[in-house]
């Protein structure tokens, strides 16, 4: 141990090659394996931080290679000085992992987008108007996808992508292999805290890598923000490793920081080994702002990766306390999204694909042409109405933008370019896969194929949807699986799953009977998954996740969803009138019917799972939940609300026993509230209602109106979730 601590007083002064300086000691002093261990793994995180944070690498890549071969070789021989912060696991597993939800302790909330000058100028003068003079943080948004690191006594221990930003998957193993993320922190860091920041594919990683899909015959990446989600949920880390993500981080979260603004936060987590955008600036003025925009418009295009945006946010973590949140963006903060890059080429074809409820999509194959770093293609024109509405003919030249697309969309047509013999377009009448005659629906833009029980991209959109890991999650059935055993005459539609038998896929190529076995064992896993997934598994048109669980919730059981009227189904929370129709529609279909009572003899869970009552303290309580909470999500406290007894109310009405409010209650529920005289709760108030503690002598809870706002709350921003 204290030639350990020698080590690393002497590599925090001096700052170079601690390999070389750990061999002399070696020879000179006698390292123990343990020290030489501990030496390598200070060395090498040391010289990461300066050729991936700092650019400004000390010694050779060979050099870097040889202490990383011989922290390996130690390591290997010596598994009990495990740690899972070494640098050597930058390399990567092939070991196969799966990804666990979790909740975030600080949600991670969405920011207002906005593409106009104007709009940002109000945004800034609502703000001085409120705190008078305001500093502004100016940062480069990142084109990628949004993390959240946490760390411990200066090591990584959790990574979690953002997902409905309640909850994320925990992709730890995954993010260990970004050079970027410090793995272990210098300097006077918190004992706890959490950081976000964006995961993103440089231009060059991302060149090389559609490089080598396209030499493998495999699909290319659309753009390096979908290549980096990608990358991030693959299974195997040692994919990760090679990919060449990069990561930029920019705001912390703690219960406790010694900082009074945004700044100090990125200075102090900069010195703690986080890379932080150098482009960054503090602005004081709304001209500042634009001259920042206005620069970063242009000069972005010589970036090595992408951007798409600023944000900027307020500065003093105090006027962020006090301007607060709207229900679902911080109103300290906005995004200004930079115009879609265009590029002007030919039009060649149109393809249609055919999804999975039988909607028509018409692709445009285009001559190719860089846009925004990348070489497009391929550009969606959306539907009829669209190609009508812009005229578009073969053989036009047209602009092509990016914004925001992951398929490149067609904007206008150069109608100097167009050729004297154009003719228009015509759409096509039938299905493109099976011949059947195209509809369109009332109200809808899109034409459909109605033959959902013979048009093959629907026969197979369908399952692979039911098979998702949001749906059924039957792992071992992945796309060309799927096709597999449909041409195999095995697979063709959701309720096959369950006539399918190991023996006859172990015969199928690509299979064998490990496989096989695997399949089958996780179709009967399917056989438990809660009622209000098997519901979005069907694949009912405009019935999403969310959707699903509302209508699981309000229903109880797929008999009573299907024999709802359409009164009955707009009652439940989320349904409109376009969800009811396709409801009413979906059941209406003797096909649907006979796949559903297959499913129902197969075993699938076809009821919402009774819930065990903690109490009946709620008991014919109507109650509503509006605003942001400190120690528990909207869904928890609606979830609380049912386990007492209650009933949970999506509006305020006469009818409202009580409101529980948490932060930036709604004003036209608040205001609603005040005029009918319904008693509002905090959440503190209310878990000690529900927990017996607030019980008066006659046994009654009572709901007394309370404040939701509290002055002298000493949480800073972070918990109450400011973070992106």
Known sequence: MIAT????????????????????????????IYDEIVALREALHEHNRRYYVENSPVISDYEFDQMMHRLIELEEAHPEFADENSPTMRVGSDKTSEFQNVKHRYPMLSLSN???????????NRIEKEEGETEFVCELKFDGTAISLTYENGKLLRAVTRGDGESGDDVTANVRTIGSIPLTLTGDYPAEFEIRGEIFMPYASFDRLNIEREAAGEQLFANPRNAAAGTLKQQQSSIVAKRGLDCTLYQIASRELP??????????????????SEHARICRSAEEIRAFIEHWDTARKELPYPTDGIVIKVNDFAKRRRLGFTSKSPRWAVAYKFKAEQALTRLVSVDFQVGRTGAITPVANLEPVLLAGTVVKRATLHNAEQI????????????????????????????????????PFEYIT???????????????????????????????????????????????????TVELLHESNLLNNIADIYDLKAVDLAVLPRLGEKSADNIIRSINASKSVPFAR????????????????????????????????????????????????????????????????????????????????????????????????????????????????GKNQSGVSANTDFIVAGENMGPAK?????????????????????????????????????????????????????LF
């Open 388 to 423: 009508e509405l812009l005229d578009i003919r073969l053989g036009d030249m047209v602009y092509v933008e990016k914004g925001g697309e992951i398929i490149p969309k067609i904007t206008e047509v150069e109608l100097s370019e167009r050729k004297a013999d154009s003719k």
């Open 5 to 32: 601590n020698f080590i690393h007083l002497f590599f925090q002064q001096f700052k170079f090659s601690l390999y070389l300086y750990a061999i002399i000691y070696k020879i000179g002093m006698g390292l123990s």
């Open 534 to 645: 098997v519901l979005f598994g069907l694949g009912i048109r405009f019935v999403g996740e969310t959707t699903a669980k509302y209508l699981a919730a309000h229903f109880k059981s797929l008999d009573a969803v299907m024999s709802a009227s359409k009164e009955q189904l707009l009652e439940a929370e989320e349904v409109g009138d376009k969800i009811a129709d396709a409801i009413l529609e979906y059941f209406a279909d003797e096909n649907n019917i006979a796949i559903i009572e297959r499913l129902r003899a197969a075993g699938l869970q076809f009821e919402e799972e009774a819930k065990e009552l903690h109490s009946n303290c709620l008991e014919g309580k109507s109650i509503v939940i509006s605003g942001k909470f400190l120690d528990h999500s909207r869904d928890e406290l609606k979830e609380l609300i049912e386990l007492h007894g």
């Open 259 to 276: 900082f009074s603004t945004h700044w100090e936060a990125l200075e102090s987590a900069r010195r703690w080994g986080f890379k932080i």
């Open 430 to 480: 039938e299905c493109p896969e099976c011949g059947a005659k195209l509809v369109r629906y009332e109200g809808e833009a899109k034409h459909y194929c109605p033959n959902q029980g013979g048009c093959r991209p629907q026969i197979l959109g369908r399952i692979v949807h039911f098979i998702r890991r949001k749906a059924l999650d039957i792992d071992g059935l992945g796309t060309e």
């Open 114 to 124: 906005t593409y106009s000058i104007e709009e940002l100028d109000e945004f800034i």
């Open 670 to 722: 608040l205001q609603k509230a005040e005029k009918l005289g319904v008693k509002i709760l905090s959440e503190s108030e209310f878990i000690a209602l529900i927990g017996g503690e607030l019980q008066n002598n006659t046994g009654q809870n009572p709901v007394t109106k309370v404040e939701t706002k509290n002055e002298d709350k000493k949480e800073n921003d972070f918990v109450q979730g400011s």
